[in-house]
């Protein structure tokens, strides 16, 4: 079955930087748009970032956009993100998934999902 594992979560301080990735196992990668949702204690699963297929577009919310970069490597069916300026309102567990649907940040448009990695940012 697909298998998405994400890696690289910890604990930082506040203005830290972490890059997280997420391989796929098990689907052609470069078939799939790949995300990154968060979801901290106690509140909703939020969309964080999406790259397209072949890393032409990317997408943010507004609350990561000039601190994180998604990217991809389709020779390695890996997905990175790169958090800088991290702040304590980081602080969640990050989820990779795979999806091939619209809206680009709607967790309806994806398919498939990781276990996910922790993040936690101290002030």
């Known amino acids: 079955q697909v298998q998405l594992v994400e890696s690289g979560g910890g604990l930082v301080q506040a203005g830290d930087s972490l890059r997280l990735s997420c391989v796929a196992s098990?689907?052609?990668?470069?078939?799939?748009?790949m995300g990154w949702f968060r979801q901290a204690p106690g509140k909703e699963r939020e969309f964080v970032a999406r790259i397209s297929r072949f890393g032409s577009s990317t997408y943010y919310a507004d609350s990561v956009k000039g601190r994180f970069t998604i990217s991809r490597d389709n020779a390695k069916n890996t997905t990175f993100l790169q958090m800088n300026s991290l702040k304590p309102e980081d602080t969640a567990v990050y989820y990779c998934?795979?999806?091939?649907?619209?809206?680009?940040?709607?967790?309806?448009?994806?398919?498939?999902w990781g276990q996910g990695t922790q993040v936690a940012v101290s002030s």
């Open positions: 998934a795979a999806g091939t649907n619209y809206p680009v940040g709607a967790a309806r448009s994806f398919d498939y």
């Open positions: 098990t689907l052609t990668f470069s078939d799939y748009h």
